[in-house]
C-alpha cells in the first residue's frame, strides 16, 4: 500500500510502499477515501526536519540534555550513533483520516462503515476503536475529514467553558482557528478574530467574527477595548503558533478580571506575573482531541471512561464535531483549498512550505471498482537474490524497534547471516530498516515468516509479553530462536517453552543476554578461572527513571524491569561464577510518588553452589552522571571493577591492571557471532539450555517475590 512519510533528518517526504497493518484487538482496519493535511502540525514537522542539527538542537533543549546525560555514561560515539538513528527512521504523517471499515474490532462497527479517525496518510490504517467515529450520512468525506482538528479546537472551548453571550478572542486563524470560529458562534458567543493573514480574517468574518488586523491597527488592546464597550473578554483561545511571548501578554490584557486563557497552539509561555495576578486569569493547556489522550488505557485497549464521570472524551468529542457538521452549524468547504491525490502526496507537502495561504490540503485515494487483496508483504530490495541468501543463514526479524534496527540488526548483517525478511506491526519501521541494512521482504504479519522455509533462524525483538508465544511458534516451526530477553513472563510459560524445546533438541534456543560475550567480561572470566577460591559479586545498576506508565513498567506488556532487565545482571553472576544459583532473596523500596512499582528499585542477592554470592543493586533513583553499570569482584585478596563496560581495572592480578576501549562494548556483536556460528556447526551451543531456562525461572520468581513483598 501507498503511505506518505517524512525524513526528520532533512525533512524529505516521500510516498513508499509499505505492507498494510495486520488487524489487533480492539482496533478498527480502516481502508482510506480521503485525509486532510494539517496545516500546521504537519508544516512544523517538514520544516524541523529541513533544519539542520544545531536548529534542531535550539527548537528541543530538554532533548539536548537527555543526550549530553547519555554522552557522559555511554560515550560521545555510542551517542552519535543513537542519535542518528533516531533521526534516520521515517516520520508516518497525518492524523485526520476519513475511510471504510474493512475488519471491525467490536459490535458497535460494521464491515463498510464510513469513519472518522486519526489514521495516517496511507492507503490502510489500524486505529482504536475509541478514535474512530462513524459518519452521519449528510455529512461528505471530505467535510468529515476536518473532524479531529475540529475536535482539537472544540477541546480548547470546553475548558474556555463559554457561555451563551461571553466574548471569546481566538488568536490565530489557522484551520483549527476557523473552525474554533465556527464553533463559537454555535454556541451562541461573540467571538473575535485575530491574524495577519487578511483571506483568513474574510474568512472568519464570513463565519460571524469581529476580525483584527495587528498591521491596520495602531493598538490591537485599545480595538478590543472598542468592541468590549470597555469590559475585556471572557476568554482567549489561542490557536496560533509563535516562538515569542507577546501573545501571552496580549491575551491576559485583553481579558477582563477573571478571565480565562486556554492554550490550544504552541506559543511562548514566560509569563507575567503581573498580567495575570491583578484579574486573577486562569491559564490552562489543552491537550489534543480531548479526555484520553496519550492514555494506552483509552486508545490502544479500548477502555472507555464512563460517561457519567468524563463526559466528554477524545471520541465524544468527534461525534460531537459531525453532529455539527450534520446539522449544518459548522461548515468546512469554504476552508479547502487545494485537492491532491495521494501519489502527489510530496507535492502537497511541498505546497505547505511554498504557499503560507494553503489551509485545507485534501489527500484522495483511489477507489479500485474490485476490491484487492491486502498486501501485507513488500519486496524492499530485489537485487538481494535467492542465490545470494542460500550460502549464508537465513534470518527472518521480528520487531524493527530502535534496539534491533540500532543493534541487533548491524550485529547479524555483519555476522554473515542472510537477512531475508523483517516484520513489524505498523510496517513502516520494516521498510525502512529493510531498505538500509538488505533484507529482501518487508512485512506486517509475523505469521509469515513461521511459514517460511527459506528462514533457518528467526530473531525476535518485539515487545515482551510477545515473546512465548513468538518463541514457540519458531520453534514449532523447526527453525532456530534468538530472543531478545526475556524469554517470558510467567512460568507457566518458562515450562511451555521447555516442554517444546525438548522436542527439537537439534534447534538452537538463545536469548540475548548479551554482557557475558562483552570482551571486558571475558577478560574477567579468563582471570577468574584462575582463582578457585569463592567469588564475592556487586553489581550496581543506575537504570535511571522510566515513566510509570511506560510500557515496560506494565507487568502484563513489559513484565517490570526485573523480568525485562535485570536478567541480564544475574545472567552475568551467574557466568561470572561459573556455578548454579541456590538461593535468593529480594527486596524493594516499594512506593514511588504513591504509585507501587515493586521492581524499580530493589536489591537482589544470590547463592551459588560454589560458596560464591552476589549483590544486584538495581537503582531507578540515582543520577545520570554516574556509571550507569558498575561490577566489582572480590576473591582470594584481588579485585575486578568493571565501569559501563569501557574500563576494567584490577588490584592483586599478576600481569593485569587494566582495560578501556574507546567505544562502550556490550558484546552484542559477539552474542550473534557466537549464535551464528552454532547454527553452521563452527561454535558451541554459545549459552547452555538448561542456563536459560535457570536464569528465566529466577528472574520470575524474583519479580513474583518482589510483588507479593509489596
Not at 525 to 549: C, D, F, H, R, Y
Not at 599 to 605: A, Q
Request: with cysteine; aromatic share 6%.
Amino acid at each position: 500500500m501507498k503511505q506518505l512519510l517524512q525524513s526528520l533528518r532533512n525533512g524529505a517526504t516521500a510516498i513508499a510502499d509499505v505492507p498494510a497493518p495486520k488487524a489487533i484487538p480492539e482496533h478498527n482496519l480502516i481502508k482510506t477515501t480521503t485525509t486532510l493535511v494539517s496545516a500546521g502540525t504537519e508544516r512544523m514537522l517538514v520544516q524541523f526536519g529541513k533544519n539542520n542539527i544545531y536548529q534542531k538542537a535550539r527548537s528541543q533543549p530538554e532533548k539536548v540534555r537527555m543526550v549530553l546525560d547519555k554522552a557522559k555514561a555511554d560515550g560521545v560515539v555510542a551517542t552519535i550513533d543513537a542519535v542518528r538513528s533516531k533521526l534516520d527512521q521515517p516520520l508516518p504523517l497525518g492524523y485526520c483520516n476519513v475511510g471504510r471499515v474493512l475488519e471491525p474490532c467490536c459490535k458497535e462497527f460494521r464491515k463498510g462503515d464510513r469513519v472518522i479517525s486519526n489514521g495516517s496518510h496511507a492507503e490502510i490504517v489500524s486505529v482504536g476503536k475509541n478514535l474512530c467515529s462513524k459518519i452521519p450520512d449528510n455529512v461528505s468525506d471530505e467535510s468529515a475529514a476536518f473532524t479531529v482538528l475540529a475536535a482539537i479546537g472544540l477541546q480548547g472551548i470546553r475548558l474556555a467553558n463559554p457561555t451563551l453571550g461571553e466574548t471569546v478572542v481566538v488568536t490565530g486563524l489557522g484551520l483549527i482557528g476557523l473552525l474554533t470560529v465556527q464553533m463559537l458562534r454555535s454556541q451562541g458567543c461573540k467571538v473575535i478574530g485575530i491574524d495577519f493573514n487578511c483571506k483568513r480574517l474574510e474568512l472568519a468574518k464570513s463565519f460571524g467574527a469581529e476580525v483584527i488586523n495587528p498591521d491596520e491597527t495602531e493598538s490591537v488592546l485599545e480595538t478590543v477595548d472598542a468592541l468590549t464597550n470597555g469590559v475585556g473578554v471572557d476568554a482567549v483561545i489561542i490557536t496560533a503558533a509563535s516562538q515569542g511571548n507577546e501573545i501571552i501578554s496580549q491575551s491576559a490584557n485583553m481579558c477582563r478580571k477573571r478571565g480565562r486563557i486556554i492554550l490550544v497552539g504552541v506559543v511562548g509561555l514566560d509569563i507575567n506575573r503581573a498580567d495575570f495576578y491583578e484579574k486573577e486569569l486562569t491559564f490552562q493547556v489543552s491537550c489534543s482531541y480531548g479526555p484520553g489522550r496519550y492514555d494506552d488505557h483509552y486508545e490502544v485497549k479500548g477502555h472507555d471512561y464512563p460517561i457519567g464521570y468524563v463526559r466528554w472524551t477524545e471520541r465524544r468529542n468527534f461525534d460531537a464535531v459531525l453532529h455539527l457538521m450534520s446539522t449544518g452549524a459548522l461548515d468546512v468547504k469554504p476552508l479547502i483549498t487545494h485537492r491532491f491525490d495521494i501519489l502527489e502526496g510530496e507535492a502537497a507537502m511541498q505546497l505547505l512550505i511554498s504557499d503560507p495561504t494553503a489551509l485545507g490540503i485534501l489527500l484522495k485515494f483511489t477507489q479500485e471498482s474490485s476490491p484487492r487483496e491486502i498486501a501485507r508483504s513488500v519486496t524492499v530490495n530485489e537485487y538481494v537474490t535467492q542465490t545470494n541468501q542460500a550460502k549464508n543463514c537465513n534470518i527472518g526479524f521480528l520487531g524493527a524497534g530502535n534496539y534491533a534496527g540500532r543493534v541487533l540488526i548491524p550485529a547479524f548483517k555483519s555476522s554473515g547471516a542472510g537477512l531475508h525478511t523483517i516484520a513489524s506491526s505498523g510496517g513502516v519501521s520494516a521498510v525502512h530498516f529493510g531498505k538500509k541494512y538488505g533484507f529482501r521482504n518487508a512485512v506486517s504479519d509475523s505469521d509469515l515468516l513461521f511459514s517460511e522455509n527459506e528462514l533457518e533462524a528467526i530473531v525476535i525483538a518485539t515487545r515482551h509479553n510477545l515473546h512465548a508465544e513468538q518463541v514457540l511458534k519458531t520453534l514449532q516451526s523447526n527453525k532456530h530462536v534468538f530472543c531478545e530477553k526475556p524469554l517470558c513472563l510467567t512460568i507457566e510459560q518458562l515450562k511451555k517453552i521447555e516442554a517444546q524445546s525438548v522436542k527439537i533438541p537439534s534447534r538452537i534456543l538463545m536469548v540475548g543476554f548479551n554482557r557475558r560475550f562483552a570482551p571486558h567480561v571475558q577478560r574477567m572470566k579468563s582471570l577468574l578461572q584462575k582463582a578457585k577460591e569463592p567469588k564475592s559479586i556487586i553489581i550496581t545498576v543506575n537504570a535511571g527513571k522510566v515513566p510509570v506508565e511506560h510500557w515496560t513498567q506494565d507487568q502484563n506488556v513489559g513484565g517490570g524491569r526485573m523480568v525485562g532487565e535485570c536478567c541480564h545482571f544475574i545472567d552475568l553472576a551467574r557466568y561470572l561464577t561459573g556455578s548454579k544459583i541456590i538461593r535468593f532473596q529480594s527486596q524493594s523500596i516499594g512506593l514511588n510518588s504513591g504509585v507501587d512499582i515493586y521492581d524499580d528499585k530493589f536489591t537482589v542477592s544470590l547463592s551459588f553452589e560454589d560458596g560464591s554470592f552476589a549483590s544486584i543493586n538495581y537503582l531507578a533513583n540515582g543520577h545520570s552522571s554516574f556509571p550507569k553499570e558498575r561490577v566489582e569482584v572480590f576473591s582470594g585478596g584481588r579485585v575486578l571493577q568493571l565501569n559501563n563496560f569501557r574500563i576494567l581495572k584490577g588490584w592483586g592480578w599478576s600481569g593485569f591492571n587494566s582495560m578501556r576501549l574507546w567505544r562502550q562494548d556490550k558484546g552484542q556483536s559477539k552474542c550473534v557471532d557466537e549464535f551464528i556460528n552454532a547454527i553452521k556447526g563452527l561454535a558451541p551451543v554459545p549459552i547452555p539450555r538448561d542456563e536459560i531456562f535457570e536464569i528465566s525461572r529466577i528472574s520470575i520468581e524474583i519479580a513474583n517475590q518482589l510483588r507479593a513483598a509489596n
